[in-house]
DNA sequence: CACGAGACCTGTTCGC
DNA sequence: TGCGAACAGGTCTCGT
């Protein structure tokens, strides 16, 4: 599920707790009814900062990569939550001795609540606070995994440049688009090429830089190299201003769902050209564009 | 190296 | 109504 802006939004929650998206409704397509119980803050936006961990408890063994069940019970009790961070799709939770480390994969999600709340069905690992809080690892598909770690360092060894830092230069784009002879979708995918793109974001990206997703990355112009990798920025950064994206049953309070220009609008028209979007398989993926627009060759 | 298929999982939606 | 197939925001591993 959550992709870039989705974790950054859910690592601004836990830090600050965060403003509400208000969604106006003018852009709005494809708007789906919010859960009810959520429509005031989803309970991510919960600040745990300074918080104390008094106790933990794992229900789905799998969830836990590293360590074994009873070092990360030893180890966890007594540390204090000091910063909370994200690389790439990574939530990093600063502990005062080490990192917990949590990947959401596809259907992942942090809850916050009130230990007098009882557990919600897909709570897979969770972590007492010392308000009276609890922090809850909720995953329905089982995907999402939690690493306790002194140095996390080489998880993130072979991940590819944050698309805000300083290294993702159009040059840099360019450079690394010719070493490589692939198809820019799942090329962009590729987590060791470039960090935070899922498959929502990878397709507005393309939409907006006028790609075609099957478009050898070798044959991008040194022009559409720069235009996508603006194109790339700005998407995640449409993304985490509403708070990202909310589908299906998971909502988290985002609203960039509202804004997709052909992401799940297979056969809808295009909104620049009016072409109906076509949707197709790639590297089993679901891959949507606009056939006007993203001509390819 | 590039690519496709299968695994890992549960839940929803759609067609017959 | 029931039931199977297809599909879902991700990543890993294996075979060609």
């Known amino acids: 599920m959550p992709e870039l802006p989705e974790v950054e939004t859910i690592a601004r929650n836990l830090r600050h707790g965060h403003p509400r998206e208000t969604s106006p409704a003018e852009h709005s397509y494809r708007v789906r009814e919010p859960r009810a119980e959520y429509v005031t803050a989803p309970p991510s936006a919960i600040p745990v900062v ?13 969830t836990l990569a590293e360590p074994d069940e009873n070092s990360f019970y030893h180890q966890i009790i007594g540390q204090q939550i000091e910063e909370v961070g994200r690389r790439a799709k990574y939530l ?45 690892f ?30 993702f230069t159009p040059e840099w784009l360019h450079a690394a688009l010719q ?16 960090a935070g793109l899922g498959n929502i974001y990878t397709d507005e990206s393309l939409h907006r830089a006028g790609l075609h997703p099957l478009t050898p990355s070798a044959l991008v112009s040194e022009t ?10 700005e998407v995640l950064s449409d993304g985490i201003r509403h708070n990202g994206s909310s589908i299906d049953w998971v909502y988290r309070g985002g609203g960039f769902q509202n ?8 056969d809808e028209p295009c909104l620049t050209c009016g072409t109906p979007i076509t949707r197709m398989v ?16």
């Open 224 to 233: 559409q190299a720069a235009r996508l990798r603006d194109t790339i920025r």
């Open 50 to 62: 300074g918080k104390t961990i008094t106790g933990a408890q794992v229900f789905w063994p799998r």
């Open 92 to 136: 990093i939770l600063h502990l005062s001795e080490q990192k917990l480390i949590i990947h959401l994969r596809m259907s992942g999600d942090i809850i916050i609540t009130p230990l007098t709340e009882p557990l919600a069905p897909h709570d897979r690992l969770t972590l007492t606070l010392d308000d009276q809080y609890r922090l809850a």
């Open 138 to 167: 909720n995953d329905t598909r089982k995907f999402g995994r939690v690493w306790l770690m002194d140095d996390p360092t080489p998880l993130f060894a072979g991940l590819g440049p944050e698309p805000f830092s300083d290294e």
């Open 282 to 297: 790639v590297g089993q993926r679901g891959t949507h564009f606009c056939p006007q627009c993203q001509p390819l060759g």
């Open 259 to 266: 804004y997709f220009r052909v992401y799940g609008r297979g």
């Open 179 to 194: 070493k490589k002879n692939r198809q820019l979708k799942p090329l962009l995918l590729d987590q060791t090429f470039l």
